[in-house]
C-alpha cells in the first residue's frame, strides 16, 4: 500500500480525491483548516482505518505533524502528495486575498519540502487562470497567458503562477518529482452550493424556483469537466516517469456558452425559471470586466502522455451533480 497525503482534504476536489484513494487502497492522511471547505466532509471517512484527518493551516510547516501520525508511524514514509489546498471560487479567494497568496507560496514551499525529504510524487494543482483572458484559443500548455497583476483575481491567478515556478526550481535544484496540473473548470458531488461558481449557481437557482442570473448576453464560453474525469487523469499523470512533469492541460474541450449552460440546466431539471441577463458591474470584483471570455482548454498533451481523455457528457455529469444538490 502507498501513503498519500492530500492537502486541501476537505475541499470539493480533496473530498472525492480521498475517497477515491480509499477505495484504490491507500493509506491517506488529509491536511485542511476549512478556510474554504466544509467541516463535514473531513468526518466523511473517519470509521475508515486508512484515513487519518489533520487540522492544520499548511502555510505553516507540517513535516513533524505528518511523521507523528498514526499513518505515517505504520507505513514509514510519504510515497505521494496531492498539493490541493486553496480557495478556487473568486469570491472565496477575492475575500481570503492575503491568505490565497500565501498558500499559493509558503504552502507550496511546505508541501515540496515534505516531498523533498521523502522522495515523494508531489501533483501540484494549478489552473487555467494561469492563461488570464486568453489571447490564444484554445489555451496550449505553451501559452504564456494575459494576465492582469493588480486586479481583483490576481491573488489567484499570480498565485498560482508563482506556485508553478517554485515547483519547477525545486525540481531544477533538488530533482523533486513534480507533477503540474493546470485545472479547467470541474464540476461534481461535494462542491460547496455557495461557492458562487456558474454551475452551482445555476442549479441553485432552478431548484428554488429563481431566475437564472446570466451576464450580458450569456456569449462567455466555458468548458466544463466532470469531477471523476480529472481524478483519472491525477492517477495516470502520478503513473508516469519522473522526467515528465507538465504543466499539463486537464479539461474538457468541450466549449459552451453560459447561456447554453442555462439552458440545459433548466432543460434537465424541468424548471419554469427564466433567464435575466444583466449588465456587467466594473465595481463588482466577482463578475464585472475581469471575467475570462473565453474558456477551452487543448488537450493534445494529455492525450499523448496520458492516453487520456474526459468520458463524461456534460449533461450527464450535471444529472448527477443534480441529484447530489437535491441530496442536500
Known amino acids: 500500500m502507498k501513503l498519500a497525503v492530500v492537502t486541501g482534504s476537505a475541499g470539493f476536489i480533496g473530498t472525492n480525491l480521498v475517497k ?24 466523511l471517512f473517519k470509521e475508515n482505518d486508512n484515513y487519518e484527518f489533520i487540522m492544520h493551516d499548511i ?7 505528518v511523521e507523528n501520525s498514526r499513518l505515517f508511524k505504520l507505513h514509514g514514509k510519504v510515497d505521494e502528495i496531492y498539493n490541493l489546498a486553496c480557495p478556487a471560487s473568486p469570491p472565496r479567494y ?56 493588480v486586479g481583483p483575481r490576481s491573488c489567484y491567478d499570480e498565485g498560482k503562477r508563482i506556485s508553478e515556478t517554485i515547483c519547477y526550481e525545486y525540481k531544477r535544484l533538488f530533482n523533486t518529482k513534480i507533477k503540474l496540473v493546470r485545472i479547467f473548470n470541474t464540476y461534481g458531488p461535494y462542491m460547496d452550493p455557495n461557492d458562487g461558481r456558474v454551475i452551482t449557481n445555476f442549479i441553485n437557482q432552478a431548484l428554488k424556483g429563481e431566475n437564472l442570473t446570466i451576464y450580458e448576453e450569456g456569449k462567455q464560453t466555458r468548458s466544463f469537466q466532470y469531477i ?11 503513473a508516469t516517469e519522473d522526467d515528465f512533469y507538465g504543466p499539463i492541460n486537464l479539461g474538457n474541450p468541450d466549449e459552451f456558452t453560459i447561456k447554453e449552460l442555462a439552458e440545459i440546466v433548466l432543460e434537465l431539471i424541468e424548471s419554469k425559471s427564466q433567464i435575466d441577463y444583466i449588465k456587467m458591474d466594473a465595481n463588482n470584483p466577482y ?6 471570455q473565453q474558456r477551452r482548454p487543448d488537450i493534445s498533451l494529455a492525450k499523448e502522455k496520458l492516453n487520456w481523455e474526459p468520458k463524461i457528457k456534460l449533461r450527464d455529469g450535471l444529472v448527477k451533480t443534480i441529484e447530489y444538490y437535491k441530496s442536500l
Request: net charge negative; proline share 4%; hydrophobic share 35%.
Open 94 to 149: 477575492i475575500d481570503l486575498s492575503l491568505e490565497t497568496i500565501r498558500i499559493n507560496t509558503d504552502g507550496v514551499f511546505n508541501a515540496l519540502e515534505l516531498a523533498k525529504k521523502h522522495n515523494a510524487k508531489i501533483l501540484h494543482t494549478s489552473t487555467s487562470e494561469v492563461y488570464g483572458d486568453p489571447l490564444v484559443h484554445p489555451q496550449v500548455e505553451s501559452y504564456r497567458g494575459n494576465v492582469n497583476t
Open 20 to 43: 477515491l484513494l480509499l477505495e484504490k487502497e491507500y493509506y491517506v492522511i488529509g491536511i485542511d483548516n476549512f478556510y474554504s471547505s466544509e467541516q463535514w466532509k473531513s468526518e
Open 228 to 238: 471523476d474525469d480529472l481524478l483519472e487523469a491525477f492517477l495516470k499523470l502520478m
Open 287 to 292: 463578475k464585472s470586466s475581469h471575467d475570462p
Open 59 to 65: 502555510v505553516k510547516p507540517y513535516i513533524d505533524i
